[in-house]
């Protein structure tokens, strides 16, 4: 069992920066793939970032790619968002993700096994 607890989240004008943190439990966090997804009211989670067990390797959707950036501390069992040149449009819910095995496509929600509570930010404009 993995808990995740994301925190960072907040009220921003547009153009503005925030960091997202999402703190893992467990001693095998090292081994998850872990993602980031948002959504908004009556849509689909969409996928915002991913990031492999290992911190090496990264994936963005067009829409947040050079304004967003993932990554990871195995050693604090936290994943990290940062987000650069917010837009109104990335008004969201955004939750972070794990996987317990291996992803086929890690840009699809229900590929991950467990999710935080998710954390509300507001871009303003």
């Known amino acids: 069992q993995v808990q995740l607890v994301e925190t960072g989240g907040g009220l921003v004008q547009a153009g503005g920066s925030l960091r997202l943190s999402c703190a893992a439990s467990?001693?095998?966090?090292?081994?998850?793939?872990m993602g980031w997804f948002r959504q908004t009211p009556g849509k689909e989670r969409d996928f915002v970032a991913f990031?492999?067990?290992?911190?090496?390797?990264?994936e963005y959707p067009d829409s947040v790619k050079g304004r967003f950036t993932i990554s990871r501390d195995n050693a604090k069992n936290t994943v990290y968002l940062q987000m650069n040149s917010l837009r109104p449009e990335d008004t969201a819910v955004y939750s972070c993700?794990?996987?317990?095995?291996?992803?086929?496509?890690?840009?699809?929600?229900?590929?991950?096994?467990?999710w935080g509570q998710g954390t509300q930010v507001t871009v303003s404009s």
């Open positions: 993700a794990a996987a317990s095995g291996r992803l086929g496509n890690p840009r699809i929600s229900r590929q991950y096994d467990y």
């Open positions: 467990g001693r095998t966090f090292s081994n998850y793939p």
């Open positions: 990031v492999t067990s290992n911190g090496r390797y990264t």
